[in-house]
């Protein structure tokens, strides 16, 4: 039986099989870095309010109430 030298991964070789690889992992990279930045600023736009916290009496361990106070909608200026 003859061996199977034409064996490959993604079917590259040299070179070409590292650039495209590694191009793959950037492209990958600035996506995940641009949902990154977008989530920052929206969190800047509308950030966290504690003023549903300050009372810790208000709030149960088990209630379905409690969603209210993990998302409270935005105040309109």
Known sequence: M???TKRSVFGFHGI???????????????ILMTYALLSQREALKHPYST?????????E?????????????????
């Open 2 to 4: 003859a061996e199977n």
């Open 16 to 30: 070409f099989g590292i650039l495209i690889s590694i191009v793959g992992l950037i492209v990958i990279w600035a």
């Open 51 to 59: 003023k549903y916290l300050r009372d810790g009496k208000t709030i």
């Open 61 to 77: 361990m088990i209630s379905v109430s409690n969603k209210d106070y993990a998302f409270p909608k935005p105040e309109k200026k």
